[in-house]
Every structure is written in structure tokens, then in C-alpha cells.
């Protein structure tokens, strides 16, 4: 089945720094991904839809200036949290609809993020 | 109305019991559903995806849909300590995936 790599799994960083996280389609193009944020004992909250070759298209409430979303290619879509504060710590995951697949949203691993 | 609702829970069931986990949704989320199964500190893993009003069985789970009143559950038979999680029920609108607060389930021994 389709398969999403998402990298790093888990980074600290300090405030005022800014971490990139990179989710990939390993077996299938993606022209379409989606970012995910989840606080501790709460459901995924989508951030934003990351469009290849278009700007992406963010949810309300998400700062499209802090969370940089970047998808240059059919198999690669970034996100850069950007000047990262403590409440920024969470676990952001990725996820890729694979157009030949019925049951089409594959998510990856995940990256926990803590920003001391 | 949220877009997605599912009672928090906690759920706790007895091991070999069924495990009920029920799912209401708004018109905006009306294409197709699904249910996840999210361990603590993982990602979602997918279990079951329903499209059409009825009932669809895979193994020890069965996924039942209703349009009409805008209903979705997932029905675990012979449950393990292993089903132990939280289950996320998801629907679609357009091109996103939309996902409910989720359900904790614990299965005691």
C-alpha cells in the first residue's frame, strides 16, 4: 500500500528557532497533502492543505506566516514552524491521498515537537 | 454543529465484549467515512472505510453507515487489550478529511 515517510520523528529545539519537518510519498505521487496538528489527549486538527505547485491553503485560525508550507514536488511536501514557541510543542503529522487508492489518506509517523 | 462528533469517552469494555463506538456528522462531511485507531504517541492507522448506507464487516469489525440520520459506528466483536486506544471517526468533504474528538477505548483483562 501507499506509504508516507515523515521526518524527523521527534525535535527539540529552542524558542526563537525555527524547525523544518519533510513528509514524502515513498511509492506514489502526491499532488495534494495535509498537515495535521495534535495537542495531548485531543483529536488532529488540520493546519492546512499543501498543494503542489500552488500556494497552500490553510485553516482558519493557522498563521500561514509562521507555519511555512512548501511542496515543490509530486513526492515532497515541508513544514517550517518558524520562530517556534513552547506553545508550538506538539505532535504535527502528515498525511497524503493516494489517487489510485479507494481508501486514499495515508498518514505519516508523525514528529513530536518540543520547543524549550 | 461540528463537523464530526464522537463522545470522548473513556469507553471501558470487558475483554470478548463487543465495543460500541458511535459517530455523528454534519452535511458538510457527507461523501465517505472512516475509522482510525491511534495508539498513544503513533499516528492513525486505518481500520475500516464506509461509502454506502448499511453494514461493511472486516474480521472482528463491522462499520455501519446511516445518511439519514447522519450516523456512523464501528462495532469491535471478541474485544482484545490490544484494541485498547483512541478511535477517530473521520469523514470527508471535498478534498480533506475532517476527524471527529475521538474515542478512548480500554479493554480490561
Known amino acids: 500500500g501507499a506509504v508516507v515517510s515523515q521526518h524527523p520523528s521527534w525535535v527539540i529545539c529552542k524558542s526563537g528557532t525555527s524547525v523544518k519537518i519533510e513528509c514524502r510519498s515513498l511509492?506514489?505521487?502526491?499532488?495534494?497533502m495535509f498537515w495535521y496538528r495534535q495537542f495531548p489527549k485531543q483529536s488532529l486538527m488540520l493546519m492546512a492543505t499543501?498543494?503542489?505547485?500552488?500556494?497552500?491553503?490553510?485553516e482558519q485560525g493557522v498563521e500561514k506566516d509562521k507555519f511555512l508550507i512548501n511542496h515543490a514536488s509530486l513526492t515532497l511536501s515541508t513544514l517550517t514552524v518558524t520562530s517556534a514557541h513552547p506553545e508550538d510543542s506538539s505532535f504535527y503529522i502528515c498525511?497524503?491521498?493516494?489517487?489510485?487508492?479507494?481508501?486514499?489518506?495515508?498518514f505519516g509517523s508523525g514528529t513530536r515537537l518540543t520547543v524549550v | 454543529q461540528k463537523e464530526v462528533e464522537q463522545n470522548s469517552g473513556p469507553l471501558s469494555v470487558p475483554e470478548g465484549a463487543i465495543a460500541s463506538l458511535n459517530c455523528t456528522y454534519s452535511?458538510?462531511?457527507?461523501?465517505?467515512f472512516f475509522w482510525y485507531r491511534q495508539y498513544s504517541g503513533k499516528s492513525p492507522e486505518l481500520i475500516m472505510s464506509?461509502?454506502?448506507?448499511g453494514d461493511k464487516e472486516d474480521g472482528r469489525f463491522t462499520a455501519q453507515l446511516n445518511k439519514a440520520s447522519q450516523y456512523v459506528s464501528l462495532l469491535i466483536r471478541d474485544s482484545q487489550p490490544s484494541d485498547s486506544a483512541t478511535y477517530l471517526c473521520?469523514?470527508?468533504?471535498?478534498?480533506?478529511?475532517?476527524f471527529g474528538q475521538g474515542t478512548r477505548l480500554t479493554i480490561n483483562p
Open positions: 498525511s497524503a491521498r493516494d489517487p489510485l487508492e479507494t481508501n486514499g489518506y495515508t
Open positions: 511509492d506514489f505521487q502526491a499532488t495534494t
Open positions: 499543501s498543494n503542489e505547485g500552488s500556494k497552500a491553503t490553510y
Open positions: 452535511d458538510r462531511v457527507s461523501q465517505s
Open positions: 464506509i461509502y454506502s448506507n
Open positions: 473521520a469523514g470527508r468533504g471535498a478534498q480533506k478529511l475532517v
